[in-house]
DNA sequence: ATAGGCTGGTAACTCAAGTCACCGGAATGC
DNA sequence: GCATTCCGGTGACTTGAGTTACCAGCCTAT
């Protein structure tokens, strides 16, 4: 196994030696609920390797909002440690993870003492800010045959493949929307030559 | 004038004296453009009495996303103004308002030498973070009356007033919608009993 | 082999919201 | 005075999306 210095090598040594001290590191399978709404957080997680997507649910429905990557880490956690709210969202990890875990009580003296971990936080909020935002022009402006094609483009660079192993129900889920209507907005898309489906999967020309 | 301190009296006295040194204070009248879509920043507002509202705009349509109110910032100028991008969203002075400018090059390391800056402007992207979550939730589990509904109570909130002095095409606009729509939905509301429309106004029941 | 689960397709319907076209009243300006 | 502008109401229509209720093709486990 790699270290964590490996994979955060363009973090200052010290802080990188505190997390090797007070973080843990974890492995967690894919398509597992790593953060749930309403749930305090003690623990920050920091994605060494692998991916977690992040919800907001209501009633059964839930819209993906965005992807915590290498090097990335949760901010609605982050908040939530540092001031002890409860999450607003859940979490899921999208492939087998590798996090680290940063005690969220340490957490606060570390952005205080090292302003390139304080630039990361700042970036992810700035980041998610944009992500947000660009959700909300997405619901507000784009039909759901443009949010649907978006997101194929975005699994497709996610995955790194133009065909996807995906089912209509998961991307249903994802959307905020139901199986029936990916169905019909899927063949929609097939017939402007944007994609075609194969069994079980999906493919983006 | 009060002065600069007078507002701010729970930031250190060293951030006040730096603020007084290079911050410009600026009146601007209510209803005027501070902020425009793809703008870059040099000043970053603090808002020291009055408010300003922020809004995403595509092609005509507009949503209101939220107010910055006393003691706050703008945190879309703040990264656009240290990242040197351009805003993706603008903003306007609801009310008279009053405010100190300070100087984009300035802020990063006024962060970095006062940590209640520092906490101020992470509370300013967790609050915001928050507010776009929640329009996010309205835009997707919401019906209009109910955005409309809750709209107008926060409009009453800010103004401090039960009667609202508002035309329905504003109320259109900042809902991202258009009049025609808002004078069927409050229809809806009266004949709940939620409001009650006078020439010119309308009271929240 | 067959029953049941997963996957996707489809038709018919409902509903919320946006669009279009128009109206009337109040206020304002010249 | 009259024209214009702003404000809001309303009916008729369109459209995108969600709902309901099915169906068929698979694959797999017993």
Redesign the pocket.
């Known amino acids: 196994m790699k270290s964590i210095k490996e994979y955060l090598h363009y973090l200052p040594q010290e802080f990188i030696t505190e997390l090797e001290a007070f973080g843990i590191v974890k492995s967690i399978a894919a398509n597992t609920e790593i953060l749930r709404e309403g749930q305090y957080v003690k623990l920050i997680p920091l994605v060494l390797q692998g991916s977690i997507k992040v919800f907001t649910r209501h009633e059964e429905k839930e819209l993906l909002l965005y992807y915590i990557e290498n090097g990335e880490s949760c901010i609605m956690s982050f908040t939530a440690g540092l001031k002890n709210n409860p999450s607003k969202v859940f979490a899921i990890t999208e492939e087998d993870t590798l996090l680290v875990l940063l005690p969220a009580d340490k957490m606060n003296h570390w952005v205080k003492t090292f302003p390139s971990v304080n630039d990361l936080f700042y970036n992810l909020y700035d980041q998610r800010y944009a992500s947000l935002l660009d959700t909300i022009n997405h619901l507000l402006y784009?039909?759901?045959?443009q949010?649907l094609y978006k997101y194929l483009e975005e699994q497709s660079r996610q995955k790194g493949s133009r065909i996807l192993d995906?089912?209509?129900?998961?991307i249903a889920a994802e959307l905020?929307?139901?199986?029936?209507?990916?169905?019909?907005?899927?063949?929609k898309l097939e017939q402007e030559g944007k994609v075609k489906?194969l069994?079980?999967?999906?493919e983006i020309l």
């Open positions: 784009n039909r759901l045959d949010r995906i089912r209509h129900k998961q905020g929307t139901v199986r029936e209507v990916i169905s019909r907005v899927m063949k489906q069994p079980n999967a999906i």
